[in-house]
T-cell receptor
Framework: AQSVTQLDSHVSVSEGTPVLLRCNYSSSYSPSLFWYVQHPNKGLQLLLKYTSAATLVKGINGFEAEFKKSETSFHLTKPSAHMSDAAEYFCVVSDRESGGYQKVTFGIGTKLQVIP | DADVTQTPRNRITKTGKRIMLECSQTKGHDRMYWYRQDPGLGLRLIYYSFDVKDINKGEISDGYSVSRQAQAKFSLSLESAIPNQTALYFC???????????????FGDGTRLSIL
């Protein structure tokens, strides 16, 4: 069965400090993993994706994530938070089920607050 | 112009009314999806379509129907709206490569629907 767990519903950091948003997943096959960001009144925007190439994935706006198969984790990090990073972040797993059907599962989201 | 356009952006209506949400895309993708977003629940799949002749139920399709009028258009209908269908609705598209699960989804900006 496929699932995604975002370990924190809310994260609060001070501007200029590191960001860590945690995501664990389960999948029966070889998944692709994504992080999306959602700003208020906007749709989800792709930050980065892991597709079985390099395990350290760099995305837009200075974010990166590391795929750790042994820990079934795909945590999102950024060295220094900016006020504009305040948003909701979604971890997503995608995999092919038997028959070739692509199943996509979203985490429940982590709201990032950046304090000036 | 946005690649995935949803109309309307906001809608308030009464219980029992029929409502249609529309989605159009200029990305040329075959696959289109409808999700609803509720606080604390992430995104849940309502319906998806792999091409004009292929429509499938998602995890929460009861009370909803869809129509894929063309490759670029995918509409969601609530035949008789009820208050617990109040939510933020998103349309998404994705490309498809044979044997691959690594294509990200591209989202519209959402329709905020309130059923009184």
């Amino acid at each position: 069965a496929q699932s995604v767990t975002q370990l924190d519903s809310h994260v609060s950091v001070s501007e200029g400090t590191p960001v860590l948003l945690r995501c664990n997943y389960s999948s029966s096959y070889s998944p692709s993993l994504f992080w999306y960001v959602q700003h208020p009144n906007k749709g989800l925007q792709l930050l980065l994706k892991y597709t079985s190439a390099a395990t350290l994935v760099k995305g837009i706006n200075g974010f990166e994530a590391e795929f750790k198969k042994s820990e079934t984790s795909f945590h999102l990090t950024k060295p220094s938070a900016h006020m504009s990073d305040a948003a909701e972040y979604f971890c997503v797993v995608s995999d092919r089920e038997s028959g070739g059907y692509q199943k996509v599962t979203f985490g429940i989201g982590t709201k990032l607050q950046v304090i000036p | 112009d946005a690649d995935v356009t949803q109309t309307p952006r906001n809608r308030i209506t009464k219980t029992g009314k029929r409502i249609m949400l529309e989605c159009s895309q200029t990305k040329g993708h075959d696959r289109m999806y409808w999700y609803r977003q509720d606080p604390g629940l992430g995104l849940r799949l309502i319906y998806y379509s792999f091409d004009v002749k292929d429509i499938n139920k998602g995890e929460i399709s009861d009370g909803y129907s869809v129509s894929r009028q063309a490759q670029a258009k995918f509409s969601l209908s609530l035949e008789s709206a009820i208050p617990n269908q109040t939510a933020l609705y998103f349309c998404a598209t994705s490309d498809w490569t044979a044997g691959s699960s690594n294509q990200p989804q591209h989202f519209g900006d959402g329709t905020r629907l309130s059923i009184l």
